[in-house]
């Protein structure tokens, strides 16, 4: 799936954007609805957010009307391309070509795995069977405390784990929403420990993640503190 696959979306006016660009058979659709549970954490005006698998731009173009500023992470080329373009009439967005990874992965290129037509499943842990490309990468904590992030969402098909168990997030840090993946069982494994971390810094789970539904493939959390 290319870039040049890309038609735009039937209907006006999606999160502000006149016209949101995505495309049809490469599952972007399916983020449009998945979005809306990271909303559950009410932005404010004054908040700085972190989008990390920023993908094409769903969760960044709503979060842009409603804090004052988003800097939106994705490595993944083509979903760079229409995240760039689905967000640029915003004056308050940053969009960065890279992954994230935990505080204490101090590449700076790494190997991400890709899912073929599958855009929203890419990751930096490895899948057999899966291709490969080489990616810029940075640990999230620095980026979280450069800009004073205050809001986070991670949707990133696995690294959500060492972001949230390599460091524990700065007092400045008042929410994360996240999806948690279990294409692993190292997955199942870390989510648990990744919702003990976050309770561990005085985050309450306003949207508990479901751990224990073994066919379920991800799940979704709301932490504020």
């Not at 999230?140 to 990133?156: F, G, M, N």
């Not at 420990?193 to 306003?206: I, P, R």
């Amino acid at each position: 799936m290319t870039v040049k696959e890309t038609r735009l979306v039937s209907y006006r006016a999606f999160e502000g954007v006149a016209h949101f660009a995505y495309r049809p058979d490469a599952y972007d659709k399916a983020i449009f609805g998945e979005s809306k549970a990271y909303r559950r954490l009410a932005l404010r005006k004054t908040d700085k957010v972190l989008d990390v698998g920023a993908h094409i731009g769903i969760y960044t173009a709503w979060a842009a009307q409603n804090c004052m500023g988003v800097v939106a992470y994705e490595p993944e080329p083509t979903n760079l391309v229409l995240l760039r373009k689905n967000t640029k009439q915003f004056k308050n967005v940053v969009v960065v070509g890279a992954a994230l990874t935990g505080a204490q992965d101090k590449r700076r290129e790494l190997e991400f795995y890709v899912q073929g037509a599958n855009t929203v499943g890419h990751s930096i842990h490895h899948f057999r069977g899966r291709g490969t490309m080489l990616v810029h990468a940075q640990p999230a904590i620095e980026v979280i405390k450069a800009h004073k992030i205050t809001v986070v969402k991670l949707d990133c098909e696995g690294a959500e784990y060492p972001i949230v168990l390599d460091s524990a997030f700065p007092k400045h840090v008042r929410g994360v929403v996240m999806e948690m993946h279990f294409g692993k069982q190292t997955f199942r494994d870390w989510s648990k420990e990744a919702h003990a971390a976050m309770l561990a810094q005085g985050f309450t789970a306003v949207h508990p993640p479901n751990l224990e539904n073994r066919g379920l493939w991800h799940t979704n959390a709301v932490y504020e503190r």
